[in-house]
């Protein structure tokens, strides 16, 4: 009796081929066939865990404000995993529009950036008193949060 397996197609390099292999040659092909999956196939994955991301905010700039708007940019990097979501806050109070957020982006370390920007007209900016970028993750109790106050920044 004999079998018929799926084995890598090393001859042509790619695809798979059926074969078929005698009873006692089985077990030896499907071995290397786990193998060659093992090691060629497969993508290690390593858990990191919960890491929080670093935020830097970028205020507005000066010739932006003189035009009567003002967009801050949150850059957060370095968090894991892909799902955390960053926020804003003008005043304490949380603010959803005028807010456009990326797509997270994996680096080659592992680890993830993403970034938002915020666009409010120049007197809300400069009135508000204090601007948070927060990142923040289900399951994790406290944000990681970065605040620019408009009245330290120059202009």
Known sequence: MSAVTLTPSLMSGTGLRAVTQHPRNVATMNHLTLLFWTVVCTKLIVDLGVVQPTLSVLPPSRVELEQGSATLVCVASGGFPSDWKLGWKVGGSSRSGGVSDSL???G???HYSWSSTLTLPADQWRKAGSV???AS???QTQPVTQTLNPGECSE
């Open 104 to 106: 997270g982006v994996l």
């Open 108 to 110: 080659k370390d592992g």
């Open 132 to 134: 948070s970028c927060e």
């Open 137 to 139: 993750k289900n399951g």
